[in-house]
């Protein structure tokens, strides 16, 4: 990092990614606190999209005010559950924040799991362009027929590497990629586009062995249901938000809001059903980074 700094950016970035429950705001504050050391002010970019979202906190490890220890935090509590969250929108405001540090003399640290959002900043990722409302129509009802299973499937045997960066849960996501493929005849992951990257990085990523990381995510999912998960998902029902809000695309609150539906709520299928959804995910957010040569692994402490 020294190294780094000694180079005298016009335009550093520092990028923090890793799956869930791996240690990376944790790993950020120390971060931060080894560049206030150094004579530079750090500030926190939140690139988690869960976090986005006014009222989902639980559920997404949502950094608690006091946990940040001095260092500012953007782009957190910035959406309501109904609204939607683009790669577009992201990245005009993540630029204009990291803009706004920058002018100030700090150094933004860009820290989360959401790989299309992390990309859109240190690759220049493009948003691509619309395609025919009638399809996507079409699509968004043969995905509700049985919960995307079958769409999902499709767009695995089609396109595998797009299928790899979300869950089958995320029907916007899945919808989008079908009707991209439909609309066009060309898969997703064929029409990325790429601008050459504004920024000069430097990335780290969180690497824990396999099953430190399960037993991590395992031991998290029991304290927040401790923490009253499944009522901050019912005070979200009680507030008028449904299951098909762009918020609820979040692991675990899903399932959470399904079970208060069907008045059923059994936590240790629940707490089981959710464990395999984030480590499905926490495997895909390291199958997209595992090989960029950018990224410099580093071992938590906390996992050591």
């Not at 405001?93 to 990291?98: D, L, N, Q, S, Y």
């Not at 960066?165 to 916007?172: I, L, Y």
């Not at 064929?190 to 399960?214: C, H, N, R, W």
């Not at 507030?239 to 059994?266: C, H, N």
């Amino acid at each position: 990092m020294e190294a780094f700094l000694a180079s005298k950016h016009s335009k550093p970035l520092i990028v923090v990614i890793g799956p869930t429950a791996s240690g990376k705001t944790a790993f950020s504050i120390g971060l931060a606190k080894e560049l206030r050391k150094l004579g530079k002010t750090a500030e926190v970019v939140n690139a988690d999209s869960r976090q986005f979202y006014r009222g989902f906190d639980i559920g997404t490890a949502k950094i608690l005010q006091a946990e940040m220890q001095g260092v500012p935090h953007h782009l957190i509590d910035v959406l309501n559950p109904n609204e939607d969250c683009t790669i577009a929108w992201y990245k005009q405001e993540a630029e204009r924040v990291i803009a706004d540090i920058h002018s100030r003399g700090g150094i933004p640290l860009l820290v989360g799991g959401s790989m299309l959002y992390t990309a859109a900043l240190v690759d220049g990722l493009e948003p691509l362009p619309p395609v025919d409302p009638a399809i996507r129509e079409r699509l968004g009802k043969e995905y509700d027929a049985d919960g995307g299973k079958t769409l999902f499937a499709r767009l695995m045997e089609i396109d595998p590497e797009t299928a790899a960066s979300f869950p089958m849960q995320n029907k916007v996501y899945v919808v989008r990629a079908m009707e991209i493929y439909e609309g066009t005849g060309k898969t997703k992951s064929s029409q990325k586009k790429t601008t050459p990257g504004a920024y000069d990085l430097l990335m780290f990523g969180m690497e824990v062995e396999k099953d430190i990381l399960a037993a991590k995510i395992s031991a998290r999912t029991k304290l927040m249901f401790e923490r009253g998960w499944i009522d901050e998902v019912q005070k979200l029902r009680e507030q008028g938000i449904g299951v098909t809000d762009p918020a609820m695309k979040s692991v675990g609150y899903r399932e959470i809001f399904e079970a208060l539906e069907s008045d059923a709520i059994d936590t240790t299928k629940l707490a089981a059903v959710i464990d395999s959804g984030t480590r499905a995910y926490a495997k895909r957010h390291m199958t997209w980074w595992k090989r960029d040569p950018r990224v410099h692994w580093v071992t938590p402490p906390s996992t050591q």
